[in-house]
């Protein structure tokens, strides 16, 4: 048995230029192709969607943008975040993960954007990290060039770290809504974090409710050494381009060895991979522990056996009809799993 995540974007579909493309290259910016396309994947047990992203106009062929335009290589794209909460409306189990980049995102906007969409998806919203990687991209930011590849991670690393600092800056019962004294939240359990650090400054607290479910589900594609190190410390799944079996292995053991650093651990090993995860409520000891084991397509999607203790965070699972797998093998998005 295996686990199925599909990798996407929101720009037309390559069909549209041929006989069976019907109706999509007029109506695929109203996301409907995609709705259809996220139901299939749910009818299909796949456990969730993943939306890729980028935020420029290529014109490094010829040095013009006409053969990225002319053939929709790499644009119009659309934003995927937008999208989220569509598709998860037309779902029941389907995870839906959006792409975000750390390097043009504020922390705060960024925090704020996934705990709106834990709350519109019910708690089935992921969210990919990507720090970016087209100095295009960077001058639609005010920036003439991106940040130095390691140093792009750095600055990921003390984003993310915001970013769950800010989901945990409302405490599990700052939500009171006692209608005698006609309060809603008890401003003492509501806490500005105060970060300062080498890269970002944020006061904090987060001014929406905290995601449903701790954190969204982390999904990352960590290729070169660095990014690598950035994927086994946060990532809960991973997708890689490993050609060929032993690349797979090199891979899976390089992420291995690397996230038990961080008493994170990939058990049951072989292609392919084999994890687990387990669940236990934030700030909850005595929550009951369920056991969620992931399985990836080789080459594709890995997913990290969550056990670090850092925080306890709760976050999402996915979670797949039962279909033809039985009961025990499925597993929700609304499942919680310690980080």
């Not at 929406?208 to 086994?232: D, I, M, N, W």
Request: charge should be negative.
């Amino acid at each position: 048995m295996f686990h199925l995540g599909w990798f996407t974007n929101f720009m037309p579909p390559k069909s549209w230029r041929t006989h069976w493309g019907g109706h999509d290259a007029e109506e695929w910016a109203t996301g409907k192709f995609y709705v259809d396309f996220a139901k299939s994947l749910e009818r299909a047990c796949f456990d969730y969607i993943m939306l890729e992203d980028s935020l420029m106009v290529p014109d490094i062929f010829g040095g013009t943008a006409e053969v990225e335009l002319k053939h929709s290589l790499y644009a119009p794209k659309h934003d995927p975040v937008h999208l989220a909460p569509l598709l998860a409306s037309a779902t029941e189990h389907l995870g839906i993960i959006a792409t975000m980049s750390t390097s043009f995102y504020p922390p705060f906007m960024l925090a704020r954007t996934l705990a709106t969409l834990s709350h519109l998806t019910n708690g089935r919203v992921g969210w990919n990290i990507v720090t970016s990687s087209e100095h295009r991209s960077a001058q639609n930011f005010g920036m003439d060039e991106l940040w130095q590849h390691d140093s792009r991670y750095d600055r990921a690393d003390e984003f993310v770290e915001i970013a769950e600092l800010l989901w945990d800056s409302w405490g599990d019962d700052a939500v009171v809504m006692d209608r005698e004294t006609w309060a809603y939240a008890d401003y003492s359990k509501v806490r500005p974090i105060d970060f300062n650090g080498k890269y970002y400054k944020v006061r904090g607290p987060l001014n929406t409710l905290p995601p449903k479910h701790g954190r969204p589900v982390y999904c990352q594609a960590g290729g070169s050494p660095r990014g690598r190190e950035f994927a086994a410390r946060h990532a809960d799944t991973i997708i890689t381009a490993a050609a060929g079996i032993p690349a797979m292995k090199e891979y899976r053991n390089d992420i291995r060895a690397r996230a038990e650093r961080f008493g994170t651990f990939l058990s049951r090993g072989g292609i392919p991979l084999d994890q687990e995860y387990r669940p236990q409520r934030l700030h909850h000891e005595d929550h009951p522990l369920e056991w969620m084991k992931n399985h990836s397509i080789p080459g594709f999607v890995g997913c990290v056996k969550r056990t670090n203790a850092l925080h306890g965070k709760q976050i999402g699972a996915f979670h797949a009809p039962h279909g033809d797998r039985g009961p025990d093998q499925s597993r929700s998005f609304q499942d919680s799993g310690s980080r």
